[in-house]
């Protein structure tokens, strides 16, 4: 099915749906990044003794990190699912 629809595109259309593949995993890695920033900032809130109450922030940044990943997961196999059907409409 998909060698189907890749014959019939032009190559203008091709190399769109290439570009469109790059981003996609570029948008991946950015939000992997970002989701281990947040993974080191928690794990440094937790390693401050002094102050106590930053701990509660350091379970947050953990929490942010997690759904950050879950949501850049899902978020790149879903595009990756409509490209593969070749539906760019609903994008």
Request: charged share 25%.
């Amino acid at each position: 099915m998909e060698n189907d629809f890749e014959s019939e595109l032009i190559i203008r259309d091709y190399l769109a749906r290439q570009r469109t593949k790059l981003a996609n995993q570029r948008t991946l890695l950015s939000f992997i990044r970002t989701s281990l920033y947040f993974l080191v900032s928690g794990i440094a809130l937790f390693e401050v003794e002094k102050l106590d109450h930053v701990k509660e922030l350091g379970y947050l940044a953990l929490a942010l990190s997690l759904t950050i990943l879950g949501t850049g997961i899902y978020s790149f196999f879903s595009t990756k699912k409509k490209l593969k059907k070749g539906n760019y409409l609903n994008m």
